[in-house]
């Protein structure tokens, strides 16, 4: 703008001008490229403070043992002791293991139930009926994972759960009696204190929490699809399965790419439905409920092993990460659709 | 290959009327075109013959079995879609091949017949893009290539050449007609080209409004319109109307044109009453002599050579009529000049049509 109208100084043209131009053009140069700093810088500020400091402190701190109530002079240099240490924990083994487990068992029955509950309420249910049920398909989603945790906690109680007392009854019922005759026996089922069953129960939360998320997803993918691409594989001679099969769903891919890198970065920072569901209590029995999230809050806030650790946290990032890029190279073309 | 008829067909969504009691026979292998302005119901016509819309009444009969309730892939109707609706994660071949590969046709036949239909529209070469790697004429060759690949009982055309250039265009119209020839498929046909209707249809059906204007081979649509929507429509440029007043004395019919200019036309249109519209043809009016039949005084307004022929757009009577000049007149503007028409070539319709 300013440099569109005329400088008094400048066209009043005397014997000095040519030094008062360029002083001015100097100072304008400047102005000129520190303005954009000056707007980008509030992100920047933040971002140093809150991102890019507390990522460099934490790769410092994976090489110091440090307990954070005996404050900063108690910090020490091991070198890469943490990160041996943490190498020959089992329980750190334990924790992937477990958190594989989980992501894995908790994260693909999301996509199998939101992909055809969000193609049908796509295609058959009217828009505005289709909301209200998105809506409350989304309602777990947004509601707090602790209070989630603690109901479902009750409800798996061994003797006053809900749960059991439902299969009780319908282990009563005419046909169901044939196959869950054995319930009565096996009361109380201890859900979350027997090391076999604390992982599907952690996982069910896990799905009934985030199959909302993936709905909406799904649905809002299943809605870009133009209706004209059935319409032509109607005349091409698709039954309703073809035409799921051969045109909707390739066409949701980069939301499923989406949707699952998701899933797989949420899932192996799992916490707090293992925590909560295992009372806190070091995973629970023989740690089935221990997550990698959940072993690193132990050694930081229950050991007070901050060095140890910001190293597991170092491995676990690791572990994401080669997660995410096997994720990434084998489905990253197509997913973000750089084939269309 | 079938003979498809509709039967009253009506179609409204929701309030809005749509179709309105349409009849229509299309013998088995005939070649139909269907003309009308946007929106008067051409493409949900074909889509309720392709039974992807239901019709609201009247039945849809293909050879002697009505078929209102049968899906699209039991009617075996082939179509492109005017928005080409290319499946857009699969390549140009996989696209043509798609319908083949449902149907459970052999992959090496699949391959085959993809190919040659490739061939005949020319896309061989871009067998391996995707439709997004296309122009949009490219494109629509595709549509095309989807449908010519099949074996179908009926073809539905929506506007498959729109967007190719003229000579393109032309090459593509004969490849239609050639293919024609040779499977003799029905077909149906939609285009706003009327050189296109012209030139492919065995017979034109003029819809506006949903209703159907008339039925006919493109000569007698061009000979005898039934009414002046039709004559506007067909031809080209388009036909004047002139408002004008008819008087039948001695045995003779005049037309007066608003300036008093007298002309004779054919008795027949005696009985259409006093005020009238005259449909004049721009190639059927010449530049003439002061003394000839139905001179028409005017004056030059503006000259557009085309090449072969210049149109001559010339002020009668207060209003501007198109010409077409094969002589290759050289006429300044303003001129004054006299058109003549022969009395069998003059139309009249009736005022508020
Ligand atoms: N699904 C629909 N709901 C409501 N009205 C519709 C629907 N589809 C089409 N129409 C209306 O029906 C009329 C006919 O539409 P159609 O697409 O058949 O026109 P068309 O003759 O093919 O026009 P064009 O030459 O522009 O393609 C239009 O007025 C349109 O607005
Ligand atoms: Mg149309």
Known sequence: MADTTPDPDVTDIRSDAPRRIRRHSTRRRWVKTLTPWLFISPFIIIFCVFTAFPLMFSAYLSFQEWNPVAGLASMEYVGLDNYRLAMDDPWLWKSLYNTTWLALVSGIPQHLIAIPVAYLLVMAVRSGIRQVYTATFFVPFITSTVAISLIFYTIYSGNSGILNQWLVAISKWPVFSWFLGWVEEAMPIRWLNSSDLIKPSIAFVVIWKYTGFNIVIYSAGFLTVSKDLYDAAKVDGCNAWQQFWNIALPMIRPFAFFAITLTIIGNLQMFEEPYVLTEGNSGGVGQSGLTASYYLYLVGWEWLEMGAAAAISWVLFLFIAIVTAVHFYFNGKKGLGGDR | ?353
């Open chain 2, 1 to 353: 290959m079938a003979r498809v008829e509709l039967v009253n067909l009506s179609k409204s969504f929701g309030e809005v009327k749509v179709l309105h009691d349409l009849n229509l026979t299309v013998e088995e292998g005939e070649f139909v075109a269907l003309v009308g302005p946007s929106g008067c119901g051409k493409s949900t016509l074909l889509r309720i013959i392709a039974g992807l819309e239901d019709a609201t009444s009247g039945e849809i009969v293909m050879d002697n079995e009505i078929v209102n309730d049968l899906n699209p892939r039991e009617r075996n109707i082939a179509m492109v879609f005017q928005s080409y609706a290319l499946y857009p994660h699969m390549t140009v071949e996989e696209n043509i091949g798609f319908n083949l590969r449902i149907s459970g046709v052999s992959k090496a036949e699949k391959r085959e017949r993809a190919r040659a239909a490739a061939e005949t529209l020319g896309l061989t070469d871009l067998l391996d893009r995707k439709p997004s790697q296309l122009s949009g004429g490219q494109r629509q060759r595709v549509a095309m290539g989807r449908a010519i690949v099949r074996n179908p009982d009926a073809f539905l055309f929506d506007e498959p050449l729109s967007n190719l250039d003229a000579k393109l265009r032309a090459e593509m119209r004969d490849e239609i007609k050639h293919l024609h020839h040779k499977v003799k498929t029905t077909s149906i046909y939609v285009t706003h080209d009327q050189i296109e209707a012209m030139t492919l249809a065995d017979r034109v059906v003029i819809l506006k409004g949903g209703v159907i204007q008339q039925i006919g081979t493109p000569t007698e649509l061009y000979r005898n319109p039934a009414n002046s929507f039709v004559a506007g429509f067909i031809g080209s440029p388009a036909m004047n109307f002139v408002d004008a007043t008819l008087e039948t004395s001695g045995g003779q019919t005049t037309a007066t044109l608003q300036d008093g200019t007298k002309l004779v036309v054919s008795v027949d249109y005696a009985a259409l009453g006093r005020d009238v519209k005259l449909g004049l043809r721009p190639e059927h009016l010449e530049l003439a002599a002061n003394s000839a039949t139905n001179a028409m005084p005017g004056s030059v307004r503006l000259v557009e050579p085309t090449g072969a022929v210049n149109h001559l757009k010339i002020k009668v009577a207060g209003q501007n009529l198109t010409v077409v000049d094969d002589t290759l007149a050289d006429l300044a503007l303003d001129a004054p000049v006299h058109l003549s028409i022969a009395p069998e070539y003059i139309h009249v319709f009736p005022k508020d049509e």
